[in-house]
T-cell receptor, first 116, second 111 residues
Framework: EPEVTQTPSHQVTQMGQEVILRCVPI?????FYWYRQILGQKVEFLVS????????KSEIFDDQFSVERPDGSNFTLKIRSTKLEDSAMYFC??????????????FGPGTRLTVL | RKEVEQDPGPFNVPEGATVAFNCTYS??????FFWYRQDCRKEPKLLMS???SGNEDGRFTAQLNRASQYISLLIRDSKLSDSATYLC????????????FGTGTRLLVSP
């Protein structure tokens, strides 16, 4: 069964450093997403990406965040200057069609980001 | 009012029990509805989509009441492996690609 993969599984970084989280979505999916979950809290939307551009972003997704699909398979989230409050589990997801069409999202196993 | 509200639980039930979870959502124009399950420190995994007429998948039954803005999940004959957090998830009409998650309801099934 195809699945979303993410690397690394755990990233530890110093405050102010840049991090890049990597994802390989399911191959025939066209819509890509990043969500995050702070420990003990709910899953929160960050950004959606379709046709090589951002289609929607949340207020969390400020100028410190960027996304890229550098080739036909990878989808990355970059945090330019990490803050302590960026510590969270970051989930990549993909879908065949927008969720309002009734198609679900499939999530990767996540990258646990720890900012010291 | 929160966009998606769930009773956080935990619900402690014995194996074989039937348990029901409820969820309410605030946006009357919400279009799609899902139940996901999440194991501790793992990713959300799709349990089932929720259709207007209600739907069943094995031991799991989901119901949607658009008039009351209410979604339910019924689990029959609970198994130990059903222990997890169950996430109610909806889409909003304001952003066509955004899922909104509830905080989840924790289920503990004991022998």
């Amino acid at each position: 069964e195809p699945e979303v993969t993410q690397t690394p599984s755990h990233q530890v970084t110093q405050m102010g450093q840049e991090v890049i989280l990597r994802c390989v979505p399911i191959s025939n999916h066209l819509y890509f997403y990043w969500y995050r979950q702070i420990l003990g809290q709910k899953v929160e939307f960050l950004v959606s990406f379709y046709n090589n551009e951002i289609s929607e972003k949340s207020e969390i997704f400020d100028d410190q965040f960027s996304v890229e699909r550098p080739d036909g398979s990878n989808f990355t989230l970059k945090i330019r200057s990490t803050k302590l409050e960026d510590s969270a589990m970051y989930f990549c997801a993909s879908s065949e069609a927008p969720p309002t069409s009734g198609r679900p999202l499939f999530f990767g196993p996540g990258t646990r980001l720890t900012v010291l | 009012r929160k966009e998606v509200e769930q009773d956080p639980g935990p619900f402690n039930v014995p194996e074989g029990a039937t348990v029901a979870f409820n969820c309410t959502y605030s946006n009357s124009a919400s279009q799609s509805f899902f139940w996901y399950r999440q194991d501790c420190r793992k990713e959300p995994k799709l349990l089932m989509s929720v259709y207007s007429s209600g739907n069943e998948d094995g031991r799991f039954t989901a119901q949607l009441n658009r008039a009351s803005q209410y979604i339910s999940l019924l689990i029959r004959d609970s198994k130990l492996s059903d222990s997890a957090t169950y996430l109610c998830v909806v889409t909003l009409n304001t952003g066509f690609q955004k899922l909104v998650f509830g905080t989840g309801t924790r289920l503990l099934v004991s022998p």
